[in-house]
Structure formats: structure tokens, C-alpha cells
């Protein structure tokens, strides 16, 4: 039996629209109205696609399937198609209308099915259940003899009259005259033929939706398909079955979820769009041939193989590259997913899933770095050797003689990353100043195990210092040993280097240190998975106990905020008041800040040694829009004069038209840039009870031209107050900000 839930109005709304959105990978209502009034160009097909799309959400809603996943559209899309072309295949009757609220129920079963069945892989089920669901209509079709097969689509012209007079007509007759490219008219049949239309305005209304909607989108649909049209081409394949069938809408939907959605777009994806489409024109013939023995469609099943295929490819690889990542959260919209995950990249680094801490406390500079002088060569080539320098850059005190004269001989050496020793030499005698053991060559030496791809190897360490043994388990910062002289070593360094394998003479990985601090002669710069060089001078953050507490944000931790604005436009100064935030999760354990008075969200992350703030959706006349900016990236181990740097996704502070021609171009070339940086001012004791002050600059640059600077004071108090004043050309905003757990 089924019990319907209390369902909001709203709610059933919403997952209506976007299961029309969602044939395109989109959430924009704009879109799904657009689509809606295009279903309905064929009112059969329109009225059959709607009763599909509300019993297959009631269907889920009554049955009790997570309601956001019901919201997203994604347990209707399949059904609407289904439909779709149930209801253009025969005439509006009755039983037709039976036919669909039928094969609705089916369709969503088989979308729970292959949600289950390819979930487990981390795969998305795409328009499968369409096609069993369109199958199993169209193979049962010849005993279904009390439906009529419609004759709409026939007389073109008189249908567009009843929908929408002469003028329509009038309008319909100048396209089909003006429109003779062969290329444009199959483009626009295509995208009409994902909504089951045949004819130009139905392709022409879409393209026009999907260049405002998103223009990322838009070009990949014109890539796709040309990429395939140029391949039929190439390769003899007669392109007349393109205006027969319109299945070309397979190329466009490759291309959109390949380029746009599953994947960050960028020149690499891009660049695999052109490389798979001929697949998918090669996966489009085949079928053709053998579904015309079944006298049914195709339909979206190339596209499904294709795309479903090159997804799990990418699953299997051991390593990731940078450049051709799937997107960890979806956004809805192509160019939100490139702003948002191009800067994301560069502080969660995908190829880099481990973040490895320098391996001593205090400053040690690189004697040695990648592809060095002496060793360090080919396979074994990626690896740092460590010392402590002097004021003059001398590793040593007096003669030089002896070990102790070393700043670093005798020093602790800790563990990058939890793990697990898998072995640990700790007899090797440390040499002579001068001497090497070419015997023993890597001395005394720890490897620890993070994961089955990932060890590090810490050498020439002092003679019997160790303080762990093989098989230990092993926390980042512990105790492993003392930088010693053993081995090939003629003076005392510390050896490092990542590696894949756990035996000694293992070859080096390039892999990189996660978060560290390079002295320079102003300060120190924050650096994030990043490769120290020679002669640079690196420290590990100690942690600011200040910043851990005020930058912990708790879900259920309530924050009052008061909001004072200075600007001469009555839009700034409506900002000013006061507003409750509070500290949320959502359905991706994603934590958020939300202002309650406007809706605003800002996500962020905290490691326990950088704080970032990774996206917000609502207004930019929001106190918490500012206090997400000013506290963009924070490094919860800040030492006075240190500073840091990254880079404000583009689509938060810029808007309107030069926004509007970056998307185009976005995947290619950003010629619109926001750079951040932080530096912090004054913290007294860094370990003591003084308040911290930090200094944030926002820049937005045009073809890298600065075109407007945003100032800003960040104040942090013993008392858990966090303090922001912004300053530009258009206002002066300070915020108060006190935090307060939730009463519960």
C-alpha cells in the first residue's frame, strides 16, 4: 500500500520542473519551462510527458525516496521521456493516457533498479531506463490494437495554426525558407528530437534556452555535433539518415555530459569530446542496423554506451590526472563547476589525495632538491635532501669537524602522515665528516606505510635514534628518529622522498609536500601541495590555537552577526543590521554557513591546518557574501608576516556581459581574474593570548588590469569575536561577528 507523505505544493513543483531540466543536466527553472512549453508544440506528447512526470514523483514520493533526489528531478526524467513518445506515437485517447500512467510505474522501477546497479559504481544511470521503458512500449505495440497510431506531423502547417494562428505559421514558413544550411537544420532537428519535435522552432527555442541557460553548454551541443557530422563525412557515412531519424541528438548529449557535467570542462575534456564522438558515430550506425530488424529506435542508447563506458574507464585509474578530473560535487551548470573547481584544484589537488607534512619542526633549508647535483638522478631523481642553515647560509658551527657541529645532526625527524612502519634499520654506524658508507648506502633508515600506493622513505638517520620498529602505527608529527650521518652521507642531512613501493631502494615518486611555509626575505608565503626547491628555506605551521577555535565551525553553532554600512547607494546600506547565522550540513556531509535572512550559503572546509571557504550561492549584498570573501583561505598555522595566496571563482564577483562572454571561452582561456591575498599583521605570541590581525586584499583584474581593489581588516578576539571591515570604491562595511553554540 501507498502512503503519501505530507508534500509540499512547492516541492512536487520543483521536482516536475527539473526532471524536464534534467534531460540536459540542468537545474535552471528557466530551462524547464522553456522545455515544457516545447513538449506541448505536439499536445499529445505534451500532456503524455507531464502525466508520466507526476506519477513517476508521486510514485517516489509515496514510496519514500529521499526527497532531495526526488526534488533534483532525477527519478522522473526517464519516465517524461517515456512519455514523450508514447504520447507523439498515438492518438490522445484514454487508453493512450492508461498506456503512459503504466508505462511511468515500469520506467521508475527499472530507474530504481539501475540506480542500485550502477550507483555501486559511481555511475550515473543516465537515459537507460528510457530506452527499456520506450522498448518494451514499442515492442508491444502490434497487440495494442485499441490504440490509434497518430497522424500528427502530417499536415505540419495546420497543427501550427491551431497552436498559434497565422502569424505562427507566417513565422514557421520564413525559417524553413531561410534556413537551408544542411548543417544548421540537423543541429536544430536534433535538439528538437531529445523532446520528441520534428520540426525547426522546437530545435531553435532549445538552442536559444541552452545559450542563456549556460553558454558552456550551448557550445558543446554545436561541438559535439560537429565533430560527428565531420566524421560521417570523412569516413563515407551517408549523413541523409541524420535527417531521417534525428538521432544526432546522441553527439549532442555526449558532449554535454562529457564536456560539461562529468567532467570539469577544460582543453582536456574538450579535447575527449573530439576523440569519443567518433565512437559514438560508429556505436550509432551498428545499432541502427540491428534495431531496424525490430523495427524500433535506438533512440539515446549510443550515447549511453559511450558515455557510461568512458566514465567507468576513469573509475579504474590508479592515478588521476589534474587536468581531467570528474566533478566530486555537482553543481548544475557547467561554468559553475569550472569557477568553482579550477581554484578548488589548486588547494585540493586530485593526483594528491594525501596531504604530507614537512617532516621536522622548525626551519630547514633544501640542500638538495629534484634531479639534484650529486644524487638524485634518473628513477631515484624526485626526492629533497634537508639541513638547518645559519643567518649565512652555513650548515655548520666552528670547523665542521665533527657532528655536532651540524645545526641539524641530532634533530628529530617526524612522521609526514599517519601510517605504518614497514621498516626501520637503525644499526648502520653514523661516518666519519667526509666519509661515506656506499655499502649500507641509504644508512639508517624508516619507511611508512599511508596506503597501498603511497610510502615515504626518511634516511640517514642517526644510529640507533629510532624511536619506532617495523610494524608500529605511526600518527603525522611523531617521533620516528634523529637526523643522523650514516650511509652515503658525508655530512648530516636528512634524505626524503615519496615512493610506491615499501622496500628500500625503491625509485621516488613525484609527489608533493601538502601545506608548508617558504621564508622570504618579507615574511613567509603559505604554499599548498607544492615542491620545495634548492635552497629554499621551509617550515611546518604551528598551529594557532586562536584560529583552530574561531575558524571551527560546528554544525549547530549559532553566530550573531551585527552589520554597520557606510555608501552613499541605498543597496549597500540595506545590508546593515543584525542577522543570525547558523552552522549546517548538508545531504553530501558538506558543511555550510546559512544567513537566515537572506538565504545566503557559504561552504567551506577545515582540515586543521587551512581553513578555505569553497563556495556560496545567494546574493552579493550579504554580509556573509563578505565575510565568505574575507576570510577566503585562512592557514590555521599563521605566523606574523606570513602570507597567503589564491583565487575567488569568477562567476562571485563578476557579472552581466563580461561574464556572460567568458563562459564561452571559460574551458579555453579565463581572461577575467579575482586574486586573493592574506597576510597577517600582528599576533603578539603566536602561542600566547595576544589577538590576531590580518589584512585582506581583493583584487578584480580584466585581461590581468586591475579594475577594482577590495580592502580588508580581519580582527580576531580572545573573546571569540571575529571582526571584518571591508572597504571599496562603493562602501565601507564592517561586520561583527560573536559565535555561540546552539542551545539545544
Given at each position: 500500500?501507498?502512503?503519501?507523505?505530507?508534500?509540499?505544493?512547492?516541492?512536487?513543483?520543483?521536482?516536475?520542473?527539473?526532471?524536464?531540466?534534467?534531460?540536459?543536466?540542468?537545474?535552471?527553472?528557466?530551462?524547464?519551462?522553456?522545455?515544457?512549453?516545447?513538449?506541448?508544440?505536439?499536445?499529445?506528447?505534451?500532456?503524455?510527458?507531464?502525466?508520466?512526470?507526476?506519477?513517476?514523483?508521486?510514485?517516489?514520493?509515496?514510496?519514500?525516496?529521499?526527497?532531495?533526489?526526488?526534488?533534483?528531478?532525477?527519478?522522473?526524467?526517464?519516465?517524461?521521456?517515456?512519455?514523450?513518445?508514447?504520447?507523439?506515437?498515438?492518438?490522445?485517447?484514454?487508453?493512450?493516457?492508461?498506456?503512459?500512467?503504466?508505462?511511468?510505474?515500469?520506467?521508475?522501477?527499472?530507474?530504481?533498479?539501475?540506480?542500485?546497479?550502477?550507483?555501486?559504481?559511481?555511475?550515473?544511470?543516465?537515459?537507460?531506463?528510457?530506452?527499456?521503458?520506450?522498448?518494451?512500449?514499442?515492442?508491444?505495440?502490434?497487440?495494442?490494437?485499441?490504440?490509434?497510431?497518430?497522424?500528427?506531423?502530417?499536415?505540419?502547417?495546420?497543427?501550427?495554426?491551431?497552436?498559434?494562428?497565422?502569424?505562427?505559421?507566417?513565422?514557421?514558413d520564413f525559417l524553413e525558407k531561410h534556413i537551408s544550411?544542411?548543417?544548421?537544420?540537423?543541429?536544430?532537428?536534433?535538439?528538437?528530437?531529445?523532446?520528441?519535435?520534428?520540426?525547426?522552432?522546437?530545435?531553435?527555442?532549445?538552442?536559444?534556452?541552452?545559450?542563456?541557460?549556460?553558454?558552456?553548454?550551448?557550445?558543446?551541443?554545436?561541438?559535439?555535433?560537429?565533430?560527428?557530422?565531420?566524421?560521417?563525412?570523412?569516413?563515407?557515412?551517408?549523413?541523409?539518415?541524420?535527417?531521417?531519424?534525428?538521432?544526432?541528438?546522441?553527439?549532442?548529449?555526449?558532449?554535454?555530459?562529457?564536456?560539461?557535467?562529468?567532467?570539469?570542462?577544460?582543453?582536456?575534456?574538450?579535447?575527449?569530446?573530439?576523440?569519443?564522438?567518433?565512437?559514438?558515430?560508429?556505436?550509432?550506425?551498428?545499432?541502427?542496423?540491428?534495431?531496424?530488424?525490430?523495427?524500433?529506435?535506438?533512440?539515446?542508447?549510443?550515447?549511453?554506451?559511450?558515455?557510461?563506458?568512458?566514465?567507468?574507464?576513469?573509475?579504474?585509474?590508479?592515478?588521476?590526472?589534474?587536468?581531467?578530473?570528474?566533478?566530486?560535487?555537482?553543481?548544475?551548470?557547467?561554468?559553475?563547476?569550472?569557477?568553482?573547481?579550477?581554484?578548488?584544484?589548486?588547494?585540493?589537488?586530485?593526483?594528491?589525495?594525501?596531504?604530507?607534512?614537512?617532516?621536522?619542526?622548525?626551519?630547514?633549508?633544501?640542500?638538495?632538491?629534484?634531479?639534484?647535483?650529486?644524487?638524485?638522478?634518473?628513477?631515484?631523481?624526485?626526492?629533497?635532501?634537508?639541513?638547518?642553515?645559519?643567518?649565512?647560509?652555513?650548515?655548520?658551527?666552528?670547523?665542521?669537524?665533527?657532528?655536532?657541529?651540524?645545526?641539524?645532526?641530532?634533530?628529530?625527524?617526524?612522521?609526514?602522515?599517519?601510517?605504518?612502519?614497514?621498516?626501520?634499520?637503525?644499526?648502520?654506524?653514523?661516518?666519519?665528516?667526509?666519509?661515506?658508507?656506499?655499502?649500507?648506502?641509504?644508512?639508517?633508515?624508516?619507511?611508512?606505510?599511508?596506503?597501498?600506493?603511497?610510502?615515504?622513505?626518511?634516511?640517514?638517520?642517526?644510529?640507533?635514534?629510532?624511536?619506532?620498529?617495523?610494524?608500529?602505527?605511526?600518527?603525522?608529527?611523531?617521533?620516528?628518529?634523529?637526523?643522523?650521518?650514516?650511509?652515503?652521507?658525508?655530512?648530516?642531512?636528512?634524505?626524503?622522498?615519496?615512493?610506491?613501493?615499501?622496500?628500500?631502494?625503491?625509485?621516488?615518486?613525484?609527489y608533493p609536500f601538502g601545506n608548508y611555509l617558504l621564508?622570504?626575505?618579507?615574511?613567509?608565503?603559505?604554499?599548498?601541495?607544492?615542491?620545495?626547491?634548492?635552497?629554499?628555506?621551509?617550515?611546518?605551521?604551528?598551529?594557532?590555537?586562536?584560529?583552530?577555535?574561531?575558524?571551527?565551525?560546528?554544525?549547530?553553532?549559532?553566530?550573531?552577526?551585527?552589520?554597520?554600512?557606510?555608501?552613499?547607494?541605498?543597496?549597500?546600506?540595506?545590508?546593515?543590521?543584525?542577522?543570525?547565522?547558523?552552522?549546517?550540513?548538508?545531504?553530501?556531509?558538506?558543511?555550510?554557513?546559512?544567513?537566515?535572512?537572506?538565504?545566503?550559503?557559504?561552504?567551506?572546509?577545515?582540515?586543521?591546518?587551512?581553513?578555505?571557504?569553497?563556495?556560496?550561492?545567494?546574493?552579493?549584498?550579504?554580509?556573509?557574501?563578505?565575510?565568505?570573501?574575507?576570510?577566503?583561505?585562512?592557514?590555521?598555522?599563521?605566523?606574523?608576516?606570513?602570507?597567503?595566496?589564491?583565487?575567488?571563482?569568477?562567476?562571485?564577483?563578476?557579472?552581466?556581459?563580461?561574464?556572460?562572454?567568458q563562459d564561452f571561452v571559460a574551458p579555453l582561456y579565463?581572461?577575467?581574474?579575482?586574486?586573493?591575498?592574506?597576510?597577517?599583521?600582528?599576533?603578539?605570541?603566536?602561542?600566547?593570548?595576544?589577538?590576531?590581525?590580518?589584512?585582506?586584499?581583493?583584487?578584480?583584474?580584466?585581461?590581468?588590469?586591475?579594475?577594482?581593489?577590495?580592502?580588508?581588516?580581519?580582527?580576531?578576539?580572545?573573546?571569540?569575536?571575529?571582526?571584518?571591515?571591508?572597504?571599496?570604491?562603493?562602501?565601507?562595511?564592517?561586520?561583527?561577528?560573536?559565535?555561540?553554540?546552539?542551545?539545544?
Amino acid at each position: 500500500m501507498i502512503t503519501f507523505p505530507s508534500i509540499k505544493r512547492k516541492e512536487i513543483v520543483q521536482s516536475v520542473l527539473n526532471s524536464y531540466s534534467q534531460v540536459f543536466f540542468s537545474g535552471s527553472n528557466f530551462l524547464a519551462v522553456l522545455l515544457i512549453i516545447i513538449s506541448f508544440f505536439d499536445y499529445g506528447a505534451g500532456i503524455g510527458g507531464l502525466l508520466a512526470v507526476l506519477v513517476a514523483n508521486l510514485l517516489a514520493y509515496g514510496l519514500g525516496y529521499n526527497k532531495y533526489l526526488i526534488s533534483s528531478g532525477i527519478y522522473g526524467y526517464n519516465a517524461l521521456l517515456v512519455g514523450l513518445g508514447v504520447g507523439l506515437f498515438y492518438q490522445p485517447s484514454f487508453e493512450v493516457y492508461a498506456l503512459i500512467v503504466i508505462a511511468a510505474v515500469v520506467t521508475f522501477f527499472i530507474t530504481i533498479v539501475f540506480q542500485g546497479v550502477l550507483g555501486k559504481y559511481g555511475l550515473p544511470f543516465l537515459s537507460i531506463p528510457f530506452l527499456f521503458g520506450i522498448w518494451i512500449v514499442a515492442l508491444s505495440g502490434g497487440d495494442l490494437t485499441a490504440l490509434n497510431i497518430s497522424e500528427r506531423g502530417i499536415f505540419t502547417y495546420n497543427e501550427l495554426y491551431a497552436l498559434g494562428g497565422q502569424y505562427f505559421v507566417d513565422f514557421y514558413d520564413f525559417l524553413e525558407k531561410h534556413i537551408s544550411n544542411s548543417f544548421v537544420r540537423l543541429y536544430l532537428h536534433s535538439l528538437g528530437a531529445i523532446f520528441f519535435q520534428s520540426h525547426l522552432l522546437a530545435g531553435i527555442v532549445i538552442a536559444v534556452g541552452l545559450l542563456i541557460y549556460s553558454r558552456i553548454t550551448f557550445v558543446l551541443s554545436i561541438l559535439g555535433f560537429s565533430v560527428a557530422f565531420l566524421f560521417y563525412q570523412l569516413v563515407g557515412i551517408e549523413f541523409s539518415s541524420l535527417g531521417y531519424t534525428f538521432i544526432g541528438f546522441n553527439y549532442i548529449l555526449t558532449a554535454i555530459a562529457l564536456g560539461g557535467y562529468y567532467l570539469v570542462p577544460g582543453r582536456v575534456s574538450f579535447g575527449w569530446i573530439i576523440l569519443m564522438l567518433p565512437a559514438v558515430v560508429l556505436v550509432t550506425t551498428s545499432t541502427q542496423q540491428i534495431f531496424i530488424l525490430l523495427k524500433i529506435s535506438a533512440y539515446s542508447l549510443p550515447f549511453n554506451i559511450v558515455v557510461l563506458m568512458f566514465l567507468y574507464a576513469l573509475k579504474l585509474r590508479e592515478k588521476r590526472p589534474r587536468k581531467l578530473l570528474e566533478t566530486p560535487v555537482q553543481l548544475g551548470k557547467p561554468e559553475k563547476n569550472l569557477y568553482l573547481y579550477t581554484g578548488n584544484l589548486k588547494r585540493f589537488p586530485a593526483a594528491y589525495p594525501v596531504s604530507a607534512t614537512l617532516p621536522f619542526l622548525g626551519e630547514w633549508t633544501v640542500s638538495q632538491g629534484h634531479s639534484g647535483e650529486y644524487t638524485h638522478k634518473d628513477a631515484w631523481r624526485h626526492a629533497w635532501d634537508f639541513v638547518i642553515t645559519d643567518r649565512n647560509g652555513e650548515q655548520y658551527k666552528g670547523s665542521g669537524d665533527f657532528h655536532e657541529d651540524y645545526f641539524c645532526f641530532g634533530k628529530a625527524v617526524l612522521a609526514p602522515f599517519d601510517g605504518t612502519v614497514i621498516e626501520a634499520v637503525n644499526h648502520i654506524e653514523d661516518n666519519i665528516i667526509g666519509d661515506v658508507n656506499t655499502k649500507e648506502n641509504w644508512g639508517n633508515t624508516v619507511i611508512i606505510k599511508h596506503n597501498d600506493y603511497l610510502y615515504v622513505k626518511l634516511s640517514h638517520l642517526k644510529y640507533h635514534s629510532l624511536e619506532v620498529k617495523a610494524g608500529d602505527q605511526v600518527k603525522k608529527g611523531q617521533l620516528l628518529g634523529r637526523c643522523g650521518n650514516s650511509g652515503r652521507s658525508p655530512y648530516p642531512h636528512l634524505h626524503f622522498q615519496f615512493q610506491v613501493t615499501p622496500y628500500i631502494g625503491s625509485v621516488t615518486l613525484d609527489y608533493p609536500f601538502g601545506n608548508y611555509l617558504l621564508k622570504e626575505n618579507n615574511g613567509y608565503t603559505q604554499k599548498n601541495f607544492e615542491f620545495p626547491k634548492k635552497d629554499d628555506i621551509v617550515v611546518n605551521p604551528a598551529k594557532n590555537e586562536l584560529l583552530l577555535k574561531a575558524l571551527h565551525f560546528i554544525p549547530g553553532q549559532r553566530m550573531n552577526i551585527s552589520v554597520e554600512v557606510d555608501s552613499p547607494k541605498e543597496k549597500w546600506r540595506k545590508m546593515a543590521g543584525d542577522f543570525s547565522w547558523l552552522v549546517q550540513t548538508d545531504v553530501y556531509n558538506n558543511t555550510f554557513i546559512k544567513c537566515e535572512k537572506d538565504n545566503g550559503l557559504a561552504y567551506l572546509h577545515n582540515n586543521d591546518e587551512l581553513h578555505y571557504f569553497t563556495n556560496f550561492t545567494g546574493t552579493r549584498y550579504s554580509p556573509l557574501f563578505w565575510f565568505f570573501v574575507a576570510l577566503f583561505k585562512v592557514p590555521i598555522g599563521f605566523l606574523p608576516n606570513s602570507r597567503v595566496n589564491d583565487s575567488v571563482p569568477v562567476n562571485l564577483m563578476f557579472t552581466g556581459v563580461l561574464k556572460f562572454l567568458q563562459d564561452f571561452v571559460a574551458p579555453l582561456y579565463l581572461f577575467l581574474n579575482i586574486d586573493y591575498q592574506l597576510v597577517m599583521k600582528d599576533a603578539g605570541d603566536i602561542l600566547s593570548s595576544g589577538d590576531l590581525e590580518m589584512k585582506a586584499e581583493i583584487n578584480k583584474r580584466i585581461f590581468g588590469k586591475t579594475v577594482n581593489t577590495y580592502e580588508i581588516d580581519i580582527k580576531i578576539s580572545q573573546e571569540n569575536i571575529i571582526q571584518v571591515s571591508v572597504n571599496f570604491n562603493e562602501a565601507k562595511i564592517n561586520i561583527t561577528c560573536q559565535n555561540e553554540l546552539e542551545s539545544r
